[in-house]
Each structure stands twice: as C-alpha cells, then as structure tokens.
C-alpha cells in the first residue's frame, strides 16, 4: 500500500469516473485503474463498484477512503512541519475565496500582506463555498476566506468582519427616494440576484424570503440570474433591475455612479460575516498569524461600515 495508491483511491471516490480521477492525479487512466485493482487485490476487498456508465466506492470502500484521506493529511503535514523549521513565511500560502468576496478583498489584503511577508509566494484561488469546502479537507488550499455559518470538523474559523447588504438602483427608481428598503418593497420588483451555487444569493433568499417564490408565480415579479455582482452592477446600470449587494462590493465609480444609488436594506438577516478558515492541525501558525494581521491592517470592516 503506498499513498500514491490512497491518492487514486480518494481522487476516485471524490470524481466517480476514472477519466477525471486520472486526469486529477495527472496519470494515465490505465495506470490508476491498474493501481487502484492492484490495491484491491492486496486488501482483499472491493473498493468501488464500477458499473458501464458510474463508479460508486462500497459500503467498505466508503470506510477505508475516509480513512486513506486522513492518513494523505497526515502526510500532508510532514512537508509542512519541514517547511515550517525552515521558515513559515518563506514557502508558498494557498488560499482561496468565495466569488462574492475575493474581487473586493484580495486588492485590500494581498499588498498588506507583501508588507508582512514579501518572501512568502502566494497561490489564490477564487470559487463556490462547497469547493473550497473540499479543497480545504484535501490539502490543497491552506486557508480560505468564506461567508459564515460554515462548519467543518477540525477545522478552525476565525471571524474578520461583518458586512451589511444594500439594494443598489437607479436614482430615478420610485424606491430611490427611500432612505431604507424592505424585503417586502422588493417584491413586486424585477430582482438580480446571483445563480446557483453562490452562498450570497441564499443569503439574500434568508433576508428576502419573498423572492423564493419561481419565476412566473405572481407576474408583478422577476429574478434574474447573473454569473458575478459585477455583472448585476452592469445590469442594473443598463435599467434591467435591483439587486442587492454586500457592502464590500458597492464600488460604484466605473458604473456611472451619478446614475446609481444604494439604500440599506433592512431586514434582520441582512448581514453577513466574514471568516478565515484554517486545518486545526495546519502547522504554520505564524503564517495564519499574518493572514490575520494583515486583514486587520486593511480595516475593512471600518470602510464597509463608513
């Protein structure tokens, strides 16, 4: 049993087809079918039940990727600790963002950072909440910054500021007059919001339970989807809708902004936190540190909240 052998296996399980698991581990697919069957022979068991069209680990297998996944993080952490007695700040820091934070932190943070760290090389990533979720468990990102609640055995979450949602609208909108805006306002109102996936647009189902209701349910209203909030600032300012943003993203200077307006929205939901999170057993304290220290120095919350 090597770990190369548990990399195939876990790579499989987390793809289900041994294309995509071959190409993840960057091998031919006949090589990892062939390691994987090896690996089955001398376990005596079967791992996965393969069928013309889907790979599903058993019940068994199930038992013993979940083990091989923490035996890879334990591994995982011998390199680290090496590097860490070599200096902390000195090898390469993964980290990763949610689409709805990373374009409004990472211009703040990542020179801050370089003040603190200038030999430490940085790899960022920008995704959906559930991938960073698993790149996070498998190792293959240090540190991600995500929308709380989020909870994860051994894992380690540190919150860095709170955020308030506003509705941003033309000026000449009829609720442009308003000093707030409600959820209930917002109902008979064409509504941008983000597709699938995003953790902010549930966020703003939670704040404005009225939107959930489909597309064609009442005719008065209608939610379009967009692929980024700077997508549905352009469309707003092109007079298709509302949306509703969080406070880091109301940058309104490339969109015209003498045509364009935010008003709080007030709802008991209508905020949201933002966290770092981190491996309990991730060695490199000092690095996680001057995350930390540097999102403090940026002051975020402060603007935000100006």
Known sequence: MTLTELRYIVALQQTQHFGKAATKCFVSQPTLSIAIKKLEDELNVSLFERSRNKVRATPLGEKIILQAQSVLDQASIINDIADQGKDPLASTLSIGAIFTVGPYLF??????????????????????????????????????????????????????????????????HRLANNKTITPKQLEKEQVLLLGEGHCFRDQILEACPGLKRSNGSDPLQSVVEGSSLETLKYMVASGLGVTILPASAAQLTQYGSDSLVTRPLLSTASKRTI??????????????????????????????AS
């Open 275 to 304: 966290a770092l999170a981190w491996r309990a057993s991730f060695p490199r304290h000092q690095a996680i540190d001057t995350l930390s220290k540097a999102i403090r120095e940026c002051r975020l919350g402060d603007a935000i």
């Open 107 to 172: 211009p703040h943070f990542v020179p801050k950072l370089k003040q603190y760290a200038p030999d430490m090389p940085l790899y960022i990533e920008e995704n959906y909440t559930a991938v960073l979720r698993e790149k996070l468990r498998s190792c293959e990102l240090d540190a991600i910054f995500i929308a709380r609640p989020f909870n994860e055995p051994d894992v380690v979450c540190q919150n860095l500021y709170e955020e308030n949602f506003v509705v941003l609208l033309n000026k000449n």
